[in-house]
């Protein structure tokens, strides 16, 4: 009898727990209409929007020179015009306190245009809180709508339009009154498509796996196709971005680091070469020869050859500024003829110019006849005592297909060649002015603008075979260790001790404060895999607290 009843209730709770788990809320995605450019969906808004307004990095990033520069930006003028749009619609200007009244647990936000900010906001919270948000206080001021049975309000000031509703335990915002109607079909049952039910949201998410704190979805395939995106694309980097059909990232917070998980589907299609083992493992090998407290490590397997040549050149054999400005002036013919000045005079007239590109130098006469399987890049900053400046030591490492040619190298780069010994390995410097300073391990490639560095890095090996890893890029930046130096640095190129306007340099006044903003992130860890249909990404920032 006693057995009968054991079944009897377990079966009872089963029956519970499945008609609890058919009819609980669904995942705010589903209540979204179609059709974003992106969501941002939070487990915990209203936490998370409190810890920032109650923490030490808020002020800091507020109050600093960064972020002075960037209320002058043509950016922040259209996204401010677009708040004051939105705020006569709303009836009041939303600041941080009306924000924390929006605010419940899970939440989600879709963005649907860039340039007139269409979204639609989901949060779920308790219908007491709903009822004190300032939406709520504001309602007899907005007209009344129904959709879906279910009463929402609606106010239009000249191209905008901002609509709410509250209902069974949902605060809904949306910018207007079909986007809302949308969402309380959605949500009281109706069939239409929602953001989970489009496959390049589906296809990232069910990749990316377990959501984190924050989760951002990005339909890159339209996004790039917006010019907004184009112009305002901080990275620059659109013909990349095109790779990929949509992209995830998740950030989860603990008491000594922030994660952030990335995941970017390649479009149906593309076909890439994947990295080898062979050039997996020598990307290992070299992970392993970064000398303890170096500011910036970074390696990566199966680089392309003008990269390697580029990183050779510009860091070790022909450093010079480089600018990313955009060329802003009407192309020229390069046979045009043009008036000259006074430096033209140093100039031979005897043999035509070389044109940009016809002197392969020496990075590319080193590596014409080697396959790059791997390549490394380590970088500190060390100050000079007694003075302003600040030397930069860089190594790089190369591992090829075969072993290096010790004479070939010397005759690329060129001048007279003193060797040393260093333990059990040959260094080579170049007797000049040059500090380029080489080692040859068979198929290790070993430069450096510094013979303290390279000694650092010959020191480490052989290295012990093991297992290849599975990061095709891995880089580390030690904030902490860098930032006096660069600031030192700034300093030295603004002339800051000749400053006496108010608005910041360029240099020691913008970027030097958004190092400080972020003095509470130690280092910097970044690995990526680069797989068949995704690269997956993974930064780690260290911090030294967390409040």
């Given amino acids: 009898m006693k057995r009968l009843v054991i079944i009897a209730l377990l079966a009872g709770a089963g029956a519970v727990a499945w008609y609890q788990a058919g009819t609980g809320p669904k995942p705010l995605a589903q209540l979204l209409p179609a059709g974003a450019l992106l969501t941002l969906e939070a487990k915990d808004f209203s936490r998370l929007l409190t810890d920032w307004n109650s923490s030490a990095a808020k002020p800091d990033w507020l109050n600093g020179a960064n972020y002075q520069e960037f209320e002058r930006s043509n950016l922040f003028l259209k996204l401010n015009g677009v708040y004051k749009s939105y705020s006569s619609a709303a009836g009041f200007s939303p600041d941080m306190a009306s924000l924390l009244s929006f605010a419940g647990d899970q939440s989600a936000l879709a963005l649907y245009d860039l340039q007139s900010v269409q979204f639609a906001y989901i949060s779920?919270?308790?219908?007491?809180?709903?009822?004190?948000?300032?939406?709520?206080?504001?309602?007899?001021?907005?007209?009344?709508?129904?959709?879906?049975?279910?009463?929402?309000?609606?106010?239009?000031?000249?191209?905008?339009?901002?609509?709410?509703?509250?209902?069974?335990?949902?605060?809904?915002?949306?910018?207007?009154?079909?986007?809302?109607?949308?969402?309380?079909?959605?949500?009281?049952?109706?069939?239409?498509?929602?953001?989970?039910?489009?496959?390049?949201?589906?296809?990232?998410?069910?990749?990316?796996?377990?959501?984190?704190?924050?989760?951002?979805?990005?339909?890159?395939?339209?996004?790039?196709?917006?010019?907004?995106?184009r112009s305002y694309w901080v990275q620059r980097n659109v013909s990349e971005v095109r790779?990929?059909?949509?992209?995830?990232?998740?950030?989860?917070?603990?008491?000594?680091?922030?994660?952030?998980?990335?995941?970017f589907m390649k479009r149906p299609g593309l076909v890439e070469e994947l990295t080898s083992s062979e050039e997996l493992a020598a990307a290992g090998t070299l992970s392993k020869l970064t000398p303890d407290g170096a500011g910036l490590s970074r390696v990566w397997a199966k680089p392309s050859r003008s990269d390697a040549v580029a990183l050779l050149d510009g860091k070790l054999f022909r450093p010079r500024a480089q600018s990313d400005v955009e060329p802003r002036y009407a192309p020229v013919e390069e046979d045009s003829s043009s008036a000259g000045s006074e430096a033209d005079l140093e100039t031979r007239i005897d043999q035509p110019p070389l044109r940009p590109g016809s002197d392969p130098g020496p990075a590319a006469k080193i590596l014409a006849q080697s396959d790059v399987l791997a390549i490394l890049q380590v970088q500190s900053s060390k100050a000079r005592p007694a003075s302003p400046f600040v030397m930069l030591p860089c190594a790089v490492g190369l591992i090829s297909n075969a072993a290096w040619d010790v004479q070939r190298i010397k005759d690329s780069i060129g001048g007279a060649w003193i060797t040393q010994t260093h333990g059990a390995h040959t260094l080579y410097r170049a007797d000049g002015l040059s500090p380029v300073t080489f080692s040859v391990d068979a198929t290790?490639?070993?430069?450096?603008?510094?013979?303290?560095?390279?000694?650092?890095?010959?020191?480490?090996?052989?290295?012990?075979?093991?297992?290849?890893?599975?990061?095709?890029?891995?880089?580390?930046?030690?904030?902490?260790?860098?930032?006096?130096?660069?600031?030192?640095?700034m300093n030295a190129l603004d002339f800051r001790q000749a400053q006496t306007s108010q608005q910041p340099v360029y240099f020691s006044g913008n970027l030097a404060s958004l190092s400080s903003a972020l003095s509470r992130v130690n280092g910097i860890e970044m690995t990526e895999r680069t797989m068949a249909d995704r690269v997956e990404q993974q930064v780690v920032y260290q911090l030294l607290q967390l409040r």
Avoid: C
Avoid at 243 to 263: M, N, P, Q
Avoid at 459 to 476: C, E, F, K, L
């Fill in 124 to 229: 779920r919270m308790p219908q007491a809180k709903a009822a004190q948000s300032r939406l709520w206080l504001a309602r007899r001021s907005y007209e009344s709508r129904q959709a879906a049975s279910v009463t929402f309000y609606v106010n239009s000031v000249q191209q905008s339009t901002v609509a709410f509703a509250i209902t069974n335990g949902y605060l809904l915002v949306s910018t207007g009154e079909e986007r809302m109607a949308g969402m309380l079909g959605l949500l009281t049952g109706k069939d239409t498509p929602s953001i989970a039910s489009e496959g390049w949201y589906r296809q990232s998410t069910n990749a990316a796996g377990e959501a984190g704190e924050l989760r951002l979805a990005m339909n890159l395939e339209n996004l790039v196709e917006s010019s907004y995106f």
């Fill in 444 to 489: 290790l490639l070993l430069f450096a603008n510094d013979t303290e560095l390279l000694q650092g890095l010959v020191d480490r090996t052989p290295v012990p075979a093991g297992s290849p890893p599975n990061a095709t890029y891995a880089a580390y930046f030690r904030h902490d260790r860098e930032r006096s130096n660069y600031l030192r640095l």
């Fill in 243 to 263: 790779r990929f059909l949509s992209g995830v990232a998740d950030i989860t917070r603990t008491a000594s680091d922030l994660k952030e998980r990335r995941v």
